[in-house]
């Protein structure tokens, strides 16, 4: 089964796409890690100097990686398309490459849930681990310190509310329209993502295991 996750910032894709990709054993294939791996040294040396990939460039990693032997009985797809046009090209190769079987999970926050947890993400310097000051549940129990190891937490430099706002922005403009299309093609599946991560999951397991039972 080929999934793709649709979400606003802080929606939750990158922590649903790799529940989903661990429980069904299926990769998990995000296009800002394609780009960010790539051996080509003119990509890298856009990403360096944070200038804009061509989109051309975007479409031929993304093929190559789901022509994979891997991605054979499926794979999670998180963060693309976001665009219609996006969403042209990845048909075209799903046509291709005779993948053509795809769902759409959308999921669903309130822009302020997605705001709060945005400003409020702090994130581990050494572990990684992810808390937000702004919830009770997932705020660390020592101020600036992580409750795993111990070292500092740090905050992102564009974990702010005027670069949120801009990407909330552009979801809507740009995003929105993109789950439309796909509504008309019956293949959207939405989910509250403003629960929490578990609450999440299990729908989406729902979701999922309804579609395994048909086939």
Request: with cysteine; charged share 30%.
């Amino acid at each position: 089964m080929n999934i793709t996750f649709i979400a606003p910032p802080a929606g939750g894709k990158g922590t649903q796409s790799a529940k989903v990709s661990k429980k069904y054993g299926i990769p998990h294939i995000s296009t800002g890690d394609l780009l960010r791996n790539t051996n080509d040294e003119g990509i890298k040396n856009l990403l360096k100097q944070g200038k804009f990939v061509n989109e051309d460039i975007v479409t031929k990693l993304l093929k190559e990686r789901l022509s994979q032997s891997d991605c054979d009985k499926g794979y999670v797809l998180d963060g693309y398309p976001r665009t219609l046009k996006q969403a042209q090209n990845y048909e075209a190769i799903l046509k291709e490459l005779g993948k053509e079987d795809i769902i759409i999970i959308v999921l669903d926050l309130d822009k302020e849930i997605a705001a709060k947890r945005v400003i409020g993400r702090e994130i581990c310097q050494n572990c990684g681990h992810v808390f937000n000051n702004l919830f009770e549940d997932t705020k660390s129990k020592k101020e600036n310190i992580c409750d795993n190891c111990g070292d500092g937490l740090t905050k992102r430099a564009d974990d702010t509310l005027e670069t949120f706002e801009k990407r909330y922005h552009t979801y809507q403009t740009k995003t929105e329209p993109l789950i439309k299309h796909y509504e008309a093609k019956g293949i959207v599946y939405h989910v509250n993502s403003g629960i929490n991560k578990d609450y999440t999951f299990r729908e989406i397991e729902k979701i999922i295991g309804g579609l395994y039972d048909k086939h």
